[in-house]
């Protein structure tokens, strides 16, 4: 009697790929104006405060992340935020904050700048 052992020396498998096409993100603001403060004084709310407009695909869950002055702005514990976008792929968002000044700082015109990035997370 003669055995004979077959062995698999190849398999073979498919694997399926597959990608959903989105709309994209786009994002426009409108400047904070905290207006005249008084040196030494809070300003507990700007005179014009901001706007973050978010347009992208209905009913998709974005991030939000904002930095400042090479910071991160917190937004909640871990400086991220997560929105759902409307059912017409939209989001507004204000911004506010508030401003305490120091007795011996210079008279003059402050600015600083704040950057956005948002992205699709599902």
Same mark, same amino acid.
């Given at each position: 009697?003669?055995?004979?052992?077959?062995?698999? !020396?190849? +398999?073979? !498998?498919?694997?399926?790929?597959?990608?959903?096409?989105?709309?994209?993100?786009?994002?426009?603001?409108?400047?904070?104006?905290?207006? =005249?403060?008084?040196?030494?004084?809070?300003?507990?709310?700007?005179?014009?405060?901001?706007?973050? *407009?978010?347009? $992208?695909?209905?009913?998709?869950?974005? &991030? /939000? +992340? /904002? #930095? $400042?002055?090479?910071?991160?702005?917190?937004?909640?514990?871990?400086?991220?935020?997560?929105?759902?976008? &409307?059912?017409?792929?939209?989001?507004? !968002?204000?911004?506010? $904050? &508030? !401003? #305490?000044?120091?007795?011996?700082?210079?008279? $003059?015109? *402050?600015?600083?700048?704040?950057?956005? @990035?948002? =992205? *699709?997370? @599902?």
């Amino acid at each position: 009697m003669v055995i004979i052992n077959t062995l698999t !020396i190849a +398999e073979e !498998i498919t694997l399926d790929v597959t990608a959903r096409i989105v709309e994209n993100l786009t994002i426009t603001t409108n400047d904070v104006n905290f207006g =005249k403060i008084v040196r030494g004084k809070e300003k507990r709310e700007p005179d014009v405060p901001g706007m973050i *407009y978010i347009d $992208g695909e209905s009913n998709s869950i974005v &991030s /939000l +992340e /904002l #930095q $400042g002055n090479g910071e991160e702005v917190l937004l909640n514990s871990n400086g991220k935020l997560t929105l759902n976008l &409307s059912d017409e792929g939209s989001e507004e !968002i204000s911004i506010k $904050g &508030s !401003i #305490q000044t120091n007795k011996n700082i210079e008279l $003059g015109n *402050y600015e600083g700048v704040v950057s956005i @990035r948002v =992205k *699709y997370l @599902r």
